[in-house]
């Protein structure tokens, strides 16, 4: 496993869809796995290939709730993910403060959906279904944007300098 280097705006790869995943060969699984050193060294929630300079439609999302003070309700759960896609959203949206690891220093309100239901393949090729709502679901939504070339401030009511003081998961 090694770090790769995160690419930040105005790096053109962040805007060009990335290309579906074909092969789940040994230079694939060294992908997923430089993908979730890099996002937990950075640290951040979640990474999409084009943020570490690759083209391909595959995105690691690491995420467990917890309590205001910072304590596990639950146990964090590791998501690799090709090819993912939402395949059903909620009517009910949400709006939450996100920031980008390819974004540096800035943070925004952005609606997105509750809950969704996403539609992929594992590391190994393998369908799967993720049913994500809450932080989860926004997570999901965001790194799958990064897949078509949309960032968050694309979908902004609001971007601003981000405070020393203001925490918020970068994905």
Request: hydrophobic share 40%.
């Amino acid at each position: 496993m090694a770090l790769r280097d995160i690419i930040v705006l105005p790096d053109p790869i962040l805007r060009r869809k990335a290309r579906k995943v074909t092969q789940f060969d040994q230079g694939f699984q060294r992908l997923v796995d430089d993908m979730v050193e890099t996002m937990r060294d950075a640290p951040g929630v979640g990474l999409a290939a084009p943020q570490v300079a690759v083209s391909e439609r595959l995105i690691v999302v690491e995420y467990g709730e917890e309590d205001e003070e910072g304590n596990p309700i639950e146990p964090k759960r590791l998501y690799a993910v090709a090819n993912p896609e939402i395949v059903v959203a909620s009517t009910e949206q949400v709006n939450g403060i996100e920031a980008c690891l390819s974004i540096p220093g800035l943070v925004g309100a952005v609606e997105r959906y509750e809950s969704v239901v996403i539609k992929g393949q594992n590391r190994r090729g393998v369908p799967v279904k993720i049913k994500a709502r809450g932080w989860l679901a926004r997570i999901f939504q965001h790194e799958i944007d990064h897949l078509d070339g949309i960032l968050y401030p694309d979908r902004a009511s609001r971007v601003w300098q981000s405070r020393e003081d203001e925490v918020v998961a970068a994905e």
